[in-house]
């Protein structure tokens, strides 16, 4: 099972809001309970989450390996499509190359494509409750959307 976490109710998160700017909480994801980068991984969920659905739409629209990035630290995970099947790889950037960690990881696109739904539908909603708003903001909102109205066939 694949699920990406963003934790939206801890005291650090709320934290995070009051003090304004970007928000860093815990942000990994987790294939059968495997968490990358780890469980406690602090990153910034608002900018990651739209690249990752972002890198989404490029592997679709290009049918080609995408890289996605973590913001904080150097860890990264690659997606390829290969039919109704998303191939997931993580790795560790190094000086001398990237570091691959554990093995490829296959998830349904539909998996895929619902967890990145799911998560930021989570998030955008918290954070307008908070009365949140800003550019990084407003590129997830519109990200959000464009992967909610995209059809599992690859049409936007």
């Known amino acids: ?52 659905i972002e890198g989404y739409v490029q592997m679709l629209e290009g049918n080609r390996v995408v890289k996605n990035s973590f913001m904080d630290g150097p860890f990264e995970f690659t997606t390829q499509k290969l039919e109704d099947v998303i191939r997931l790889d993580r790795y560790e950037r190094k000086l001398a190359g990237n ?23 989570q998030l955008v909603g918290v954070l307008e409750r908070c009365d949140v708003s800003g550019v990084d903001f407003e590129t997830l909102k519109a990200e959000r959307t464009r992967i909610a109205e995209h059809s599992i066939d690859g049409a936007f």
């Open 99 to 121: 570091r691959r960690i554990g093995s490829t990881i296959e998830v349904s696109l539909q998996e895929y494509r619902n967890e990145l739904i799911r998560v930021s539908q």
């Open 1 to 52: 099972m694949f699920s990406i976490y963003v934790d939206t109710s801890s005291e650090l998160f709320m934290r995070e809001i009051r003090r304004g700017g970007n928000i860093r909480c815990d942000t990994h994801i987790s294939v059968d309970s495997e968490d990358f980068p780890d469980k406690f991984f602090k990153d910034f969920p608002v900018i990651v989450l739209s690249w990752w």
